[in-house]
Each structure stands twice: as structure tokens, then as C-alpha cells.
């Protein structure tokens, strides 16, 4: 895998240093005078923070059934689509293809 270009490593002694030298983007005077309140508010504030309650309803309990590689041919632009939507495209794929299979299941069980 390649390494991205604005990735910075430190080993745990350059940390500890840049610690040491005030180098902290962290302003812990303000972390420290925070309420509880005030953190919980601040918690409760945060947009990627999810509050909800968590359905596991669609939970599976145990291992995956393995996956078998397969060549299929299938329409460019369907392909295209399905890629253009990113990172694990082939999983979306199979999913739109289980639910295909699953609906005609429950027309003629």
C-alpha cells in the first residue's frame, strides 16, 4: 500500500519531545477548565457523534458464508455505475443481487 504524501510518522520518543516543547495543538488549559456539563454539551453538539439506538435487527450472528470468485460479464455502463459510487462497489453489487434472490424467494417459496 502506498503512503500518502501528508502522512507524518513520529515514534513515541519524538512525541513525548514535542510534548515536552509545548508543541501540543491541544489547548488543555480550556480541556481542563471544561465543566462535565460543559462536556456533555459539547459531546451531545458533535455532528459525527450518534445518539441513537443502535437496531440490530439485521445483526447475524457467526461467520460470513464465503464469497466464491466467479467471472461474469456484466453491461459497461452497469459496471461504471456501480463503480462510480466508490469503495466496495463489488459488496453493493452482490447486495442489490441478494436482494433480487431474496424477493423472488418470498414470491415462490
Not at 519531545?17 to 460543559?38: F, H, I, P
Request: charged share 30%; no cysteine.
Amino acid at each position: 500500500m502506498k503512503k500518502k504524501a501528508d502522512t507524518v510518522r513520529y515514534t513515541a520518543a519524538e512525541l513525548t519531545a514535542m510534548l515536552n516543547r509545548g508543541e501540543s495543538r491541544t489547548n488543555w488549559a480550556k480541556v481542563d477548565a471544561m465543566s462535565e456539563a460543559e462536556l456533555e454539551a459539547s459531546i451531545a453538539a458533535d455532528p459525527d457523534d450518534v445518539h441513537e439506538t443502535l437496531n440490530w435487527t439485521q445483526a447475524v450472528k457467526g461467520i460470513p458464508e464465503r464469497k466464491q470468485a466467479i467471472k461474469l460479464r456484466i453491461d459497461n455502463d452497469i459496471v461504471g455505475w456501480f463503480r462510480a459510487t466508490g469503495k466496495g462497489y463489488q459488496t453493493r453489487i452482490n447486495n442489490v443481487l441478494r436482494a433480487y434472490v431474496d424477493s423472488r424467494e418470498k414470491l415462490n417459496p
